[in-house]
């Protein structure tokens, strides 16, 4: 009986925790009309340093005096491109705007899972007016315009010490297994990255071909066709492919310091590591760091035989607020908030136009056009031409954030996109990349069985000490004792 | 039914809480163990587990990591457990206080320092597998310390004087009387020290820098890569698997034995 009631009560207490949860809930959605769940990277938006305030306060009272109601914005963060992803589908409408990148863009589409924007031009007015060319092309092309609008971009490639690593050492994926960099590398600890890595060395000689034969002065390779070529290669999942990525991978797991996410901008500064496969964001962040605290320069490179463009864009799930949403895109798509962001995180907006380029012409990564090295770096692909010139800065340090921020016509030409993976190709990859972080087994089990060895030469000698073999002989006048 | 507020009721907020959230999540975990993606029933998870190089790789480097760091602690645990409780020295609580204080501070935060002491030291970039048996002896040091220190301590001294008087040397007094009388100690020690050195991924990817990947990891793979199945698989059979090593060395007895178990710690 009194068994029957502690349950009852167990229950009961349950049922409570469940029902008050459920309440929440549904004062949340009561609110619904006025409240903007975002969901975010970590580390991915400006903060006044003044004033603490992040740029979503700001929204908020900016909203807030323009059409005069109070709103919530519910800001959260997450780490990974997947962990978002499943919180969407176990928990459909939690967020009314996300920020993934590229490929989980295009799988989140493909599963229809995503609401359209309204046209540009109302919903997005700020987007519409300065937004890169090249973002809007980019994305025109690809048929994700509707879907999303592009908040940061940038390229994959290796953030190198110059006291230690040539530019020609680090400008190719060759790199990760140099042996002469052994223990000064890192690899991703994310899969989809170091797959494409994988990729870059299993390729390298059939990517630096076509490369050469795309730079060189009389190629016969057109621009398109080196797009082609390059996107249907990096994005190769074939049995074989996999096969020589998991080669390569565990040669480069074998060079490598360490597997990272965030530590390697650190590790890089204090000279623990060289070589830093990175995110072109994080690049920037890791030469500002070193630059101010530990007086270490630090470069960027892209490997030559081509790269990743990546971008993370705003997108609305299925049964989003899309009017607080919009509006929230929009405000941070103001040439002034996006000025804001990338200060404070170190990656590149999509966002062009005047007051950005002036913003880069002045900033400490440029210098001015009688410097004695300045070189002219041309960025009239990504802001269109500024006041009828074209958008030209100078720049007296190559390789560093400035052509990590915003990398020349050049550089982009050899860079592509990353397509998703469905389900099936996914557990493939996933494996191998388990299998590469696994090592190697039978150093385990050569492990296990010396210690099988030493485990029962100490039963013996444990069982012969308990004969008394090792005990001394006993004394006159004394009986031993077992 | 009457229902009358007796001593018995008080375990019931305590009852909901494991109702709530251990029983509950287990059965979460089974219903992911034996599905698969789409939800339909299987055991494939389990198959997987032992035809899969990457799980029979991290079982592999679990176990060994475990034993090999288990075997250090209860080498370099018992002389000083020992010394602590059987010398008589007056100072000896305040000695094992030394002994727990690290234990005080969040063990990340004093991994990280031995992070950047081992890279002094220029240790970091050597053998990842040696830098995480070091950091697993070290956080656990005092989970074999603690319950062979109780253990000792409560030693009744004449039995040691009876095996001395009656002519047995000290190796032989030490094997045939102390160690026997020690054993729940040992075996509790054992248990606290190998078992979470199984899953303490935090250490590996510290010190190891993630260049070894041992269960606990695999299985944060496998939930991140969104293979929940083979994730709450894993987790089910390590689970099985410490139930039986409990079940091995006795911890399931409710007897006197058990009483030294964890005793001083919890």
Redesign the interface.
Same mark, same amino acid.
């Given at each position: 009986?009194?068994k029957t009631? =502690?349950l009852l009560?167990?229950a009961l207490?349950?049922g409570a =925790?469940f029902s008050t949860l459920a309440a929440c809930k549904k004062d949340a959605t009561e609110y619904g009309e006025l409240t903007l769940r975002i969901c975010n990277w970590e580390d991915y938006i400006s903060e006044d340093e003044e004033t603490g305030k992040t740029l979503v306060e700001e929204f908020e009272e900016w909203y807030e005096n323009e059409n005069n109601v109070d709103i919530k914005v519910e800001y959260s963060t997450f780490g990974?491109n997947?962990?978002l992803?499943?919180n969407l589908k176990i928990n459909p409408g939690i967020y009314d705007l996300v920020c993934p990148s590229d490929y989980m863009i295009q799988k989140m589409m493909s599963e229809n899972m995503l609401e359209k924007f309204g046209n540009l031009e109302e919903s997005v007015p700020n987007y519409e007016e300065y937004g890169s060319p090249y973002m809007k092309n980019l994305f025109e092309t690809n048929g994700w315009e509707e879907y999303a609008v592009p908040y940061m971009w940038g390229t994959m490639g290796y953030v190198y010490n110059p006291e230690f690593v040539e530019y020609d050492e680090a400008a190719t994926w060759k790199a990760a297994i140099n042996e002469k960099f052994k223990?000064k590398t890192t690899l991703k600890?994310s899969?989809r990255d170091t797959y494409f890595l994988g990729v870059g060395l299993a390729k390298t000689d059939v990517l630096g071909r076509m490369s050469g034969d795309y730079y060189a002065e009389n190629g016969t390779l057109s621009s398109a066709d080196y797009q082609t070529f390059l996107r249907d290669a990096f994005n190769d999942t074939t049995e074989e492919t996999v096969e020589k990525v998991e080669k390569m991978l565990k040669q480069a797991?074998a060079n490598?310091?360490?597997?990272?996410v965030d530590e390697g901008k650190n590790d890089m500064a204090?000279g623990?590591v060289w070589l830093n496969f990175a995110w072109s964001g994080d690049a920037v962040f890791a030469m500002d760091e070193a630059e101010e605290n530990s007086d270490t320069v630090l470069c960027y490179a892209v490997p030559l035989e081509g790269s990743n463009i990546w971008y993370d864009g705003w997108v609305m799930p299925k049964g989003a607020n899309k009017k607080l949403a919009e509006a929230f895109v929009n405000f941070v798509s103001s040439p002034e908030n996006a000025c804001k962001n990338m200060d404070f995180i170190g990656y590149t907006s999509a966002i062009g136009g005047e007051e950005v380029f002036n913003r880069i012409k002045n900033s400490d990564y440029a210098c001015e056009i009688d410097d004695e090295d300045a070189e002219e770096i041309d960025l009239t692909y990504f802001f269109g031409e500024i006041n009828g010139a074209p958008a030209i800065v100078y720049c007296n340090d190559p390789n560093r954030q400035l052509t990590a921020q915003y990398p020349s016509e050049e550089i982009t030409a050899r860079c592509t996109v990353m397509e998703y993976f469905d389900?099936e190709t996914?557990?493939r990859i996933?494996?191998m990349w388990?299998?590469v972080?696994?090592?190697?087994?039978w150093l385990?089990?050569i492990?296990?069985s010396a210690?099988a060895v030493v485990a029962a030469a100490a039963v013996v000698i444990?069982i012969l000490?308990?004969k008394?073999v090792?005990?001394?002989k006993?004394?006159k006048g004394?009986?031993?004792?077992n | 039914?009457k229902?009358r507020f007796s001593r018995?009721?008080l375990?019931?907020?305590y009852?909901?809480f494991l109702?709530?959230f251990v029983i509950a999540p287990i059965i979460i975990m089974l219903y992911y163990a034996f599905t698969d993606?789409n939800g339909a029933f299987t055991v494939m998870n389990f198959g997987r587990i032992f035809s899969?190089?990457?799980?029979?790789?991290?079982i592999?480097?679990s176990?060994?990591v475990a034993?090999?760091t288990t075997v250090i602690c209860l080498l370099l645990g018992y002389p000083v457990a020992y010394i602590l409780a059987r010398s008589g020295l007056k100072r000896a609580p305040t000695l094992l206080i030394l002994f727990i204080t690290p234990m005080w501070i969040n063990f990340v935060l004093r991994l990280n320092a031995l992070k950047e002491f081992f890279?002094l030291i220029n240790l970091?970039?050597k053998s990842p597998y040696l830098n995480t048996v070091i950091g697993m002896v070290y956080d656990f040091l005092p989970f074999m310390i603690l319950p062979l220190y109780t253990t000792l301590i409560k030693m009744d001294n004449s039995l040691v004087e009876a095996s001395q008087d009656?002519?047995?040397?000290k190796?032989?007094t030490f094997?045939?009387v102390i160690l026997p009388l020690s054993m729940p100690g040992i075996i509790s020690g054992i248990t606290m020290v190998f078992m979470p050195t199984m899953t303490n991924y935090v250490i590996s990817d510290i010190l190891g820098?993630?260049?070894?990947?041992i269960l606990g990891?695999?299985i944060e793979?496998?939930f991140?890569?969104?293979?929940w199945n083979m994730g709450a698989a894993i987790s089910m059979f390590l689970l099985s698997a410490m139930f039986v090593f409990t079940w091995l060395t006795g911890g399931f007895k409710s007897d006197s034995e058990g009483v030294a178990r964890g005793s001083g710690l919890w």
């Open positions: 009986m009194k009631v =502690c009560l167990a207490l349950a =925790c990974t997947e962990i992803y499943n223990n600890d899969v797991k490598a310091f360490s597997l990272e204090t623990k389900d996914n557990d996933n494996s388990n299998r972080k696994a090592g190697n087994v385990y089990v492990i296990i210690i444990i000490a308990k008394g090792f005990a001394k006993v004394k004394f009986t031993k004792i | 039914m229902l018995k009721h375990c019931i907020p009852a909901a109702a709530l993606r899969d190089v990457s799980t029979i790789s991290a592999l480097t176990v060994s034993i090999i890279s970091l970039d009656l002519g047995a040397n190796v032989t094997i045939n820098r993630s260049q070894i990947t990891k695999l793979n496998h991140m890569q969104n293979n």
